[in-house]
């Protein structure tokens, strides 16, 4: 028998045509020799020198013959690994993957409903509810906790994630320094340099600043990341109209060439280590100068900058799936889903940005049971329309007959699973009457009931207590001098 | 031995499986089993698992259905023995059910049905488009403890006070009982129209049924 004739579509959305990708490309290319890139990190001047660019001061011309070398060294695809050592995180794939966004400095308060700073007993809990949620592949650091010294707190927040998941993690430096430790305590959980090295488990975001300026700070941790082949993720940020040109696509091209500049850098220092061409782009409004996470043009900035990324062959990244709300209300749901699905569609490898209020400014596990929702249903549009039997209608509605009895078919019940998502009792489908018989619970109601449940249902994962052990003297050692108190805050919480 | 018997039974219920569930009753007949023994520690302990996973969101509507039809198909083939053997299954009640006049949907009240029957009530489904002269009829032939109208539209839903005022006029009431059901249903409006009860789900309606039965026999 041939193949019946008709393919579904692979959903997806581009936003630039091959010709314009190529243009933003030349134009990045020409503003890497003309005006340059500013680094300041001399080792990371150093390298570009020595490899033929031109150098005054701190500021760089990179001729393309650089970047075409890097690009070609650079992989095209990795992944990040659980702890059993199992791919989870598949860069450069095809496939749409999320994870919390990073780094809120409060928190929504579950029983007051306020923006409070951040403690490490809050990350403690936004990692069990991301560990028990299959929307999140990945963990991230989600949270600055302001009951750890700051000299220690990007160390500190990894081995939280680390003693309560067991998922791959997104994280980041404070400081240009800052991955030496981070990297010895994930050598601590992978068993080794060399084993961290060949099975990644964390990715770290490192920064540019707008407009094409690599700092000390984000070249330093391109080198230290390179050398020790933890994969690095370029976390570009053009705001359009403020550190950038208020034009998206001229935005896009600032984003390029910063991005370009960063594989340079860190391809000098370990050619083939793993690096991705991620961002956090966003606008800025004209009424207030605030960089609002929600806004479509946003989003359309994301696709656009991964769509070139694609074309270089490289695994992408993207900041989506936030809101520029407070709570849990209407413009959150509006926001984060859509920028959620606007991602998906873009065919984004790895999605941060979930659980964010306030402009990535407060992270909250309500909101990440919300999110997982938004994200099951981009999920669910990229899978698209299957074609799992021989006739696409005709046998089914022959075996219902005109009373209808489709429930009743064999096949309704083997496909519907493939052909529906099930969401979670965060999405409302009652009756009216079942709604009010509940006490009319809204969006965070029934998310707060969902945290519960799922903080509930959470095992922390298998830690081998010698390995456990060895981490909690990294973080003594690395953060006593700093003046992290002796009881570890929220390690009682996480060992609980 | 008994026990594979009862457990091919179950089994072919959970799993929706018809043909696996005449089987299962030919093979309890061939075994002398009698057939209400089969029924009741064979088929049902399957359908009330299957009502469990139900109500607790872990199975769907499909699974409920296929059980609820292995059920049906097991009973008719132990049908003919009670029969033979003289013997009555008990019946919770005997229930009427339908679509009101103009409404053609009839998902959930297959369902219903379907759960009534498997609970041991005797149902008589008229279908979808169902006249009030028609229930009556029902009513009157199968001697019906219950009737039980469904109506999805707010514009069909008016159907159900026809047919309790036609029912009221052919004597037939109080003593056979009406439950209503459907989207736009609600308590408030089933005490209007002077049903007895109305409920929110399947599960709910056959709870429902059985305590009307049981009202009605206390009040003979």
């Not at chain 1, 960089?291 to 900041?319: C, F, K, S």
Request: aromatic share 4%; hydrophobic share 50%; net charge negative.
């Amino acid at each position: 028998m041939s193949a019946l004739p008709g393919a579904p579509l692979r959903p997806s959305l581009r936003l630039l045509g091959d010709d314009l990708v190529g243009r933003i490309l030349d134009e990045a290319h020409e503003l890497l020799r003309d005006p340059g890139v500013r680094v300041q990190d001399p080792e990371a001047v150093a390298l570009l020198a020595g490899a033929g660019a031109e150098v005054a001061g701190e500021v760089v011309r990179i001729p393309a013959r650089l970047v075409a070398a890097a690009l070609a060294t650079a992989p095209g695809s990795f992944d990040l690994h659980d702890r059993s050592g199992a791919p989870a995180v598949r860069y450069g794939a095809g496939v749409v993957q999320f994870d919390p966004g990073s780094s809120g400095v409060n928190v929504l308060d579950p029983a007051t409903g306020d923006h409070r700073p951040s403690t490490a007993d809050d990350l403690v809990r936004l990692v069990r509810v991301a560990e028990m949620l299959p929307a999140y592949d990945a963990q991230s650091t989600a949270i600055v906790c302001g009951d750890v010294p700051a000299g220690v707190g990007d160390l500190y927040r990894l081995f939280l994630v680390l003693l309560g998941s067991a998922k791959p993690i997104v994280t980041g430096a404070f400081s240009p320094r800052g991955t030496t430790a981070m990297v010895d305590l994930l050598a601590l959980d992978a068993g080794g340099r060399e084993a961290l090295a060949a099975r990644p488990r964390a990715v770290f975001d490192v920064c540019p600043s707008p407009p094409l300026t690599w700092t000390e700070f984000g070249a330093r941790n391109l080198l230290d990341l390179a050398r020790a082949r933890v994969p690095a993720e370029m976390v570009s940020m053009p705001l359009a109209g403020g550190a950038a040109p208020v034009t998206l696509v001229g935005s896009v091209v600032q984003h390029a060439a910063e991005c370009l500049a960063g594989v340079v850098i860190h391809q000098l220092a370990g050619p083939g280590a793993p690096i991705v061409w991620g961002g956090a782009p966003s606008i800025v409004d004209m009424r207030t100068g605030v960089t609002p996470m929600g806004a479509i043009e946003t989003a359309m900035l994301d696709v656009a900058y991964a769509q070139v990324g694609r074309a270089l062959g490289l695994p992408t990244h993207g900041y989506l799936g936030a809101t520029d709300g407070k709570v849990l209300d209407a413009q959150a749901g509006l926001e984060s889903g859509i920028g959620a699905l606007v991602g998906a569609l873009a065919g984004i490898d790895l999605i941060s940005g979930a659980g964010m209020l306030d402009s990535l400014r407060c992270q909250s596990a309500e909101k990440l049971v919300l999110d997982a929702e938004g994200i099951a249903m981009a999920r669910r549009l990229l899978g698209g329309v299957a074609t799992p039997t021989a006739t696409l209608a005709t046998a089914m509605i022959r075996a219902a007959g005109p009373e209808a009895r489709f429930l009743e078919q064999p096949e309704t019940r083997r496909l519907f699973r493939g052909e529906q998502l099930l969401p979670s009792p965060v999405i409302d489908r009652a009756s009216l009457r079942a709604w009010e018989d509940e006490g009319r619970p809204d969006t965070r109601a029934r998310a707060r009931e969902r945290v519960e449940e799922l903080l509930a249902a959470y095992r922390r994962p298998a830690l081998d207590p010698g390995v456990e052990a060895a981490m909690t003297d990294l973080v003594r050692a690395v953060g006593v001098p700093h003046g992290l108190a002796a009881d570890l805050p929220g390690v009682a919480a996480a060992r609980a | 031995m008994n026990d594979t018997a009862f457990e091919a039974m179950r089994r072919a219920v959970v799993d929706g499986d018809a043909d696996a569930a005449a089987a299962a009753a030919s093979a309890a007949i061939a075994a002398g089993i009698p057939p209400l023994v089969a029924i009741d520690e064979g088929f049902m302990p399957g359908m009330k698992e299957v009502g469990a996973g139900f109500a607790a969101g872990d199975l769907f509507l499909p699974d409920m259905m296929l059980a609820a039809r292995a059920m049906q198909r097991a009973l008719n083939v132990l049908e003919p023995e009670l029969q033979k053997a003289a013997v009555e299954r008990a019946v919770a009640g005997r229930v009427v059910i339908g679509t009101v006049a103009g409404d053609i949907h009839e998902i959930g009240k297959n369902l219903v049905g379907m759960l009534l029957s498997t609970s041991g009530f005797e149902v008589h489904d008229l279908g979808v488009n169902v006249s009030p002269e028609r229930f009556v009829a029902a009513v009157q032939e199968h001697r019906a403890d219950i009737v039980g109208l469904s109506a999805l539209l707010t514009t069909t839903m008016t159907g159900q006070r026809t047919i309790i005022a036609a029912l009221q006029a052919a004597g037939l009431r109080p003593p056979v009982k009406v439950m209503v059901g459907g989207a736009p249903v609600t308590g408030a409006w089933a005490s209007e129209i002077g049903a007895d009860g109305y409920s929110e789900d399947a599960m709910g309606a056959v709870e429902l049924a059985k305590r009307l039965v049981g009202a009605g026999e206390a009040a003979r």
